[in-house]
């Protein structure tokens, strides 16, 4: 009886060590796919409705053999409107998530940054490469005081995050390269998801938007009063003047 | 030419037609939508259909962001969900066509011959303004239809259905309130006139003011209009608390839109918007506005239709947030105002085309701000002042130009 209790130990002991060479194998992989990756954002269109393309060229096999997600951090300079997200999801080859609702009409100075998960559908124009556009639109921002006459708004790259059934153990993994996020786009639940570990200083690309004229408040201020007062005492006499009794 | 614009202009031919074609470009824009990228379809049209999408589930409309407006529109809109999405727009180019109807009847009651009355009215029925923002799921031409029939009603002495009218008016939009002066000057008793040879003392005279408010015909308007409004708010209180009452009232009477409008005060408002002296500078905005609607309304309260539009069309070029959507508010009151204009069709022409010259000036760097990126804020701010100007200029000419019919050449009221 010893004999095979003895026997089914070894058996589950192999079993397990060959389990474990083989989430071993799947997490190397993982580490592999993400440190040869990379990550590139190009902006279209001009002033306040841009749109922001990220291209990500992952090694073969990658797309198939995990999840995806990209995870953007806006600045509060930028917003995306939601409603415009939901009208696209049939012709987009993403889906989004957000973290927070956003209020369309602020101005930046009144609102934060936030995040958006953007889980990409394997559609990309090569086996390697996923390429995901995202309208975005400039938020009003504080008139400016020293003469400037536009604002730099820098967006970065998003991180690119996988994780895939085959590799649970992320304890092999340093923790400040593990996250914690959406599953998928339902947010039904939460997965630990990996980030590249080799991180070099995110290259920000700024767009330019146009800013208020601080220093000629008091010019502007007074023309408007001036102007709207002249119009309102002229079309009063005129009023007036032909009254119907 | 002259035949086809003289049969065109038959009553019997142009409400079908008017109708028709607000039919067809309903139809167009369903197609511009499904096969194109850029929609036809107003985006207010997915938030008004949004929010009926909320009722018929049992929730608040304003659980659908940017639904600014009463729930009675939500529930209006309902048929969208359960019929058609359609539905909504079959509504709005209803009650433009409706409009037009009463325009004609309000013409033909202030003493017009059909024919000038037809003419007036094709000048809504086919203008392609209206019959854009109605096909395009826009709901301002009920409001439109609501306004129109407290005029029509006031014309023709039905206190009560305009004051009912009026309440609902009120109720779906703040503006129709700046009628309320002119119409309690208009239904004031008549003063009685100092004796002949008797110079009236002036505290007599301010009192026998304040006491011709007390007119029973008054009265009978204040207490239904205001019984209206008051429970429909009330009900609608009850339904959805505080968020009706914020997106309904407050947002628009505290808006501070600091983004590119039409407004003259549009760029000072960016410009002060965190700065201390901001509320002082808004009530200093307020200031032309509020005085001009005094005047306006004690100049003309005696001819109610052109009091109503001199109202509607100050309070939508001096106000701080201006956009195309309100030139509609007094477009659809001045084919009431144009038959009384001795103005030749040369000179109404060229202030028509002043008014959109003055718009495309605006137009122009507000485009190159938007979608190029430049820093046109200046050039905007001057845009925006001529547009006032221009504004005023043409509203010194109506108003120089407009003969009013003498009320003894007024047919009988039937």
């Given at each position: 009886m010893y004999f095979q209790l003895f026997f089914v130990l070894v058996c589950l002991c192999k079993c397990n060590c060959l389990n474990q060479e083989d989430e071993q194998e799947h997490c190397d992989e993982l580490k592999r796919w993400l440190e040869s990756s990379t990550v590139s954002l190009e902006f279209s269109k001009k002033g306040f409705h841009r749109e922001v393309t990220a291209t990500v060229e992952l090694r073969p096999g990658a797309l198939s053999g995990a999840s995806v997600l990209l995870l953007y951090r806006w600045p509060s300079g930028v917003f995306v409107d939601p409603y415009q997200l939901a009208s696209l999801r049939d012709q987009s080859n993403w889906e989004i998530l957000l973290d927070s609702a956003i209020d369309?009409?602020?101005?930046a100075h009144k609102t934060s940054g936030f995040l958006t998960y953007v889980f990409p559908s394997n559609?990309?124009?090569?086996?390697s490469v996923l390429q995901v556009t995202i309208p975005v639109h400039g938020r009003y921002h504080e008139p400016s005081?020293?003469?400037?006459?536009f604002t730099s708004v820098h967006i970065e790259p998003p991180e690119l995050l996988l994780r895939t059934e085959?590799?649970?153990?992320?304890?092999?993994?340093e923790s400040r390269f593990v996250l914690d996020a959406p599953?998928?786009?339902?947010?039904?639940s939460t997965c630990s998801w990996v980030k590249k570990?080799?991180?070099?200083?995110?290259s920000t690309m700024g767009i330019l938007l146009p800013v208020g004229d601080g220093s000629a408040t008091k010019l502007i201020c007074g023309g408007t009063l001036l102007v709207t007062m002249i119009c309102c005492v002229t079309l009063s006499k005129y009023m007036l003047e032909r009254r119907i009794i | 030419m002259e035949k086809l614009l003289s049969q065109l202009t038959d009553k019997h031919v142009l409400f079908p037609a008017s109708l028709l074609l607000r039919l067809a470009l309903v139809a167009y824009g369903d197609y511009q939508d499904r096969?194109?990228?850029?929609?036809?379809?107003?985006?207010d049209y997915h938030v008004f259909t949004d929010a009926a999408r909320f009722i018929t589930k049992g929730?608040?409309?304003?659980?659908?962001?940017?639904?600014?407006?009463?729930?009675l529109l939500a529930w209006l809109l309902t048929p969208n969900i359960?019929?058609?999405?359609?539905f909504g727009k079959i509504l709005f180019i209803l009650c433009d066509v409706l409009s037009g109807l009463l325009i004609y009847r309000t013409l033909c009651l202030r003493g017009l011959d059909r024919k000038t009355a037809t003419y007036a009215c094709s000048l809504w029925l086919l203008n392609p303004l209206p019959m854009g923002v109605s096909s395009r799921g826009n709901a301002e031409s009920i409001l439109a239809a609501l306004v129109l029939g407290t005029l029509l009603c006031m014309e023709a002495r039905r206190l009560g259905w305009a004051a009912v009218l009026y309440g609902l008016a009120v109720h779906m939009?703040?503006?129709?309130?700046?009628y309320a002066l002119p119409i309690a000057l208009s239904l004031r008793a008549p003063e009685a006139g100092a004796a002949e040879g008797e110079p009236a003392r002036t505290w007599k005279k301010r009192v026998a003011f304040i006491a011709s408010f007390l007119s029973r015909e008054l009265i009978l308007f204040g207490v239904v209009a205001g019984g209206v409004f008051s429970a429909l708010t009330a009900t609608f209180y009850y339904m959805y608390g505080w968020p009706f009452l914020h997106e309904t009232y407050f947002y628009h009477l505290t808006?501070?839109?600091?983004?590119?409008?039409?407004?003259?005060?549009f760029y000072m408002l960016y410009l002060t918007a965190?700065?201390?002296?901001s509320q002082w500078l808004g009530l200093a905005a307020f200031l032309p506005q509020l005085i001009l609607l005094l005047v306006a309304s004690w100049s003309f309260h005696r001819d109610l239709a052109f009091a109503c539009f001199l109202n509607t069309a100050i309070f939508v070029s001096f106000n701080k947030v201006c956009t195309s959507q309100y030139f509609l508010w007094y477009l659809c009151l001045l084919p009431l105002v144009i038959p009384h204009l001795a103005l030749s069709v040369k000179q109404g022409l060229g202030l028509l085309l002043l008014w959109f010259a003055g718009q495309a000036l605006w137009l122009a760097p507000a485009y190159f701000l938007e979608?190029?990126?430049?820093?046109?804020f200046v050039v905007i701010w001057l845009a925006g002042l001529l547009f006032l100007s221009v504004n005023c200029f043409i509203l010194i000419q109506i108003i120089t130009h407009y003969k009013p019919k003498p009320p003894s050449q007024r047919p009988k009221v039937q």
């Amino acid at each position: 009886m010893y004999f095979q209790l003895f026997f089914v130990l070894v058996c589950l002991c192999k079993c397990n060590c060959l389990n474990q060479e083989d989430e071993q194998e799947h997490c190397d992989e993982l580490k592999r796919w993400l440190e040869s990756s990379t990550v590139s954002l190009e902006f279209s269109k001009k002033g306040f409705h841009r749109e922001v393309t990220a291209t990500v060229e992952l090694r073969p096999g990658a797309l198939s053999g995990a999840s995806v997600l990209l995870l953007y951090r806006w600045p509060s300079g930028v917003f995306v409107d939601p409603y415009q997200l939901a009208s696209l999801r049939d012709q987009s080859n993403w889906e989004i998530l957000l973290d927070s609702a956003i209020d369309l009409e602020l101005p930046a100075h009144k609102t934060s940054g936030f995040l958006t998960y953007v889980f990409p559908s394997n559609t990309g124009p090569a086996p390697s490469v996923l390429q995901v556009t995202i309208p975005v639109h400039g938020r009003y921002h504080e008139p400016s005081f020293a003469g400037e006459t536009f604002t730099s708004v820098h967006i970065e790259p998003p991180e690119l995050l996988l994780r895939t059934e085959k590799c649970t153990d992320l304890h092999r993994f340093e923790s400040r390269f593990v996250l914690d996020a959406p599953c998928t786009v339902s947010n039904s639940s939460t997965c630990s998801w990996v980030k590249k570990t080799l991180q070099q200083e995110p290259s920000t690309m700024g767009i330019l938007l146009p800013v208020g004229d601080g220093s000629a408040t008091k010019l502007i201020c007074g023309g408007t009063l001036l102007v709207t007062m002249i119009c309102c005492v002229t079309l009063s006499k005129y009023m007036l003047e032909r009254r119907i009794i | 030419m002259e035949k086809l614009l003289s049969q065109l202009t038959d009553k019997h031919v142009l409400f079908p037609a008017s109708l028709l074609l607000r039919l067809a470009l309903v139809a167009y824009g369903d197609y511009q939508d499904r096969t194109m990228a850029v929609k036809y379809t107003d985006i207010d049209y997915h938030v008004f259909t949004d929010a009926a999408r909320f009722i018929t589930k049992g929730e608040s409309p304003y659980n659908r962001s940017t639904y600014r407006y009463t729930p009675l529109l939500a529930w209006l809109l309902t048929p969208n969900i359960y019929l058609c999405m359609v539905f909504g727009k079959i509504l709005f180019i209803l009650c433009d066509v409706l409009s037009g109807l009463l325009i004609y009847r309000t013409l033909c009651l202030r003493g017009l011959d059909r024919k000038t009355a037809t003419y007036a009215c094709s000048l809504w029925l086919l203008n392609p303004l209206p019959m854009g923002v109605s096909s395009r799921g826009n709901a301002e031409s009920i409001l439109a239809a609501l306004v129109l029939g407290t005029l029509l009603c006031m014309e023709a002495r039905r206190l009560g259905w305009a004051a009912v009218l009026y309440g609902l008016a009120v109720h779906m939009k703040i503006y129709p309130i700046t009628y309320a002066l002119p119409i309690a000057l208009s239904l004031r008793a008549p003063e009685a006139g100092a004796a002949e040879g008797e110079p009236a003392r002036t505290w007599k005279k301010r009192v026998a003011f304040i006491a011709s408010f007390l007119s029973r015909e008054l009265i009978l308007f204040g207490v239904v209009a205001g019984g209206v409004f008051s429970a429909l708010t009330a009900t609608f209180y009850y339904m959805y608390g505080w968020p009706f009452l914020h997106e309904t009232y407050f947002y628009h009477l505290t808006r501070r839109d600091i983004r590119h409008n039409f407004s003259p005060y549009f760029y000072m408002l960016y410009l002060t918007a965190d700065s201390r002296g901001s509320q002082w500078l808004g009530l200093a905005a307020f200031l032309p506005q509020l005085i001009l609607l005094l005047v306006a309304s004690w100049s003309f309260h005696r001819d109610l239709a052109f009091a109503c539009f001199l109202n509607t069309a100050i309070f939508v070029s001096f106000n701080k947030v201006c956009t195309s959507q309100y030139f509609l508010w007094y477009l659809c009151l001045l084919p009431l105002v144009i038959p009384h204009l001795a103005l030749s069709v040369k000179q109404g022409l060229g202030l028509l085309l002043l008014w959109f010259a003055g718009q495309a000036l605006w137009l122009a760097p507000a485009y190159f701000l938007e979608f190029e990126g430049y820093n046109t804020f200046v050039v905007i701010w001057l845009a925006g002042l001529l547009f006032l100007s221009v504004n005023c200029f043409i509203l010194i000419q109506i108003i120089t130009h407009y003969k009013p019919k003498p009320p003894s050449q007024r047919p009988k009221v039937q």
